[in-house]
T-cell receptor
Framework: GAVVSQHPSWVICKSGTSVKIECRSL??????MFWYRQFPKQSLMLMAT?????????EQGVEKDKFLINHASLTLSTLTVTSAHPEDSSFYIC????????????FGPGTRLTVT | AQSVTQPDIHITVSEGASLELRCNYS??????LFWYVQSPGQGLQLLLK??????LVQGIKGFEAEFKRSQSSFNLRKPSVHWSDAAEYFC???????????FGKGTRLHILP
C-alpha cells in the first residue's frame, strides 16, 4: 500500500523558534496533502489543504502566517510552525491523496511537537 | 454543516467478545464514510470505507461496518475482539466531495484479558 512518512517523528524546541515538519509520499505522487492537528486524547482537526504548486487553503481559525505550508513537489509538503509557543505543542499529522486513489487518504505517522 | 458523532468515549470488552462502535453523521446527502484505527504512537490506518453500493462493508482485521441511511449511522463491528485491537477508533466523513475528511472525537477501545 501507499506509504507516507513524516520527519521528524518528534521535536522539542524553545519558545520563539521555528520548526519545520516534512511530509513525504514515498511511492506515489500526492496531488493533495492535508495537515491535521491532534491534541492529547482528542480528534484530528484539519488545519489546511495543500495542492502541489499552489497556495495552501487554511481552515477557519488557523493562522496562515504562523503555520506556513509549502507543497513544492508531488511528493513533499512541509509545515513550518513559526515563532512557536507552548500552546502550539501538539501532534501534527499529514495525509496524502493521489490521483485515482479513490478518495483514500494515506496518513503519516505524525510528529510530536513540544515547545518549552 | 457536516459532523460526526461517536457517542462512546471509552468502551471496554473482554477478549473474544463481540464489539460494536457507534457512529452517526449529519449531512444532507450520502457522504463517503470511513473508519480509521490509531494505535498508540502510530499513524492512522484505514479499516474500511463506504462510498456506495452494498451497505455492509468488509474491512481489514475482521472488521465490518453497516451503513444505515435511515439512522444516519455507520457502526463498526467485529464478532470477536483480540487484545491487539485495543486502540483509538475514529469514524470520519467526507461529504462535500472536496476531499476534506471530518473526524469524530474517537472511541478508545480497551480489551480485558
Amino acid at each position: 500500500g501507499a506509504v507516507v512518512s513524516q520527519h521528524p517523528s518528534w521535536v522539542i524546541c524553545k519558545s520563539g523558534t521555528s520548526v519545520k515538519i516534512e511530509c513525504r509520499s514515498l511511492d506515489f505522487q500526492a496531488t493533495t496533502m492535508f495537515w491535521y492537528r491532534q491534541f492529547p486524547k482528542q480528534s484530528l482537526m484539519l488545519m489546511a489543504t495543500s495542492n502541489e504548486g499552489s497556495k495552501a487553503t487554511y481552515e477557519q481559525g488557523v493562522e496562515k502566517d504562523k503555520f506556513l505550508i509549502n507543497h513544492a513537489s508531488l511528493t513533499l509538503s512541509t509545515l513550518t510552525v513559526t515563532s512557536a509557543h507552548p500552546e502550539d505543542s501538539s501532534f501534527y499529522i499529514c495525509s496524502a491523496l493521489g490521483q485515482g486513489m479513490n478518495y483514500e487518504q494515506y496518513f503519516g505517522p505524525g510528529t510530536r511537537l513540544t515547545v518549552t | 454543516a457536516q459532523s460526526v458523532t461517536q457517542p462512546d468515549i471509552h468502551i471496554t470488552v473482554s477478549e473474544g467478545a463481540s464489539l460494536e462502535l457507534r457512529c452517526n453523521y449529519s449531512y444532507g446527502a450520502t457522504p463517503y464514510l470511513f473508519w480509521y484505527v490509531q494505535s498508540p504512537g502510530q499513524g492512522l490506518q484505514l479499516l474500511l470505507k463506504y462510498f456506495s453500493g452494498d451497505t455492509l462493508v468488509q474491512g481489514i482485521k475482521g472488521f465490518e461496518a453497516e451503513f444505515k441511511r435511515s439512522q444516519s449511522s455507520f457502526n463498526l463491528r467485529k464478532p470477536s475482539v483480540h487484545w491487539s485491537d485495543a486502540a483509538e477508533y475514529f469514524c470520519a466523513v467526507e461529504g462535500n466531495r472536496d476531499d476534506k475528511i471530518i473526524f469524530g472525537k474517537g472511541t478508545r477501545l480497551h480489551i480485558l484479558p
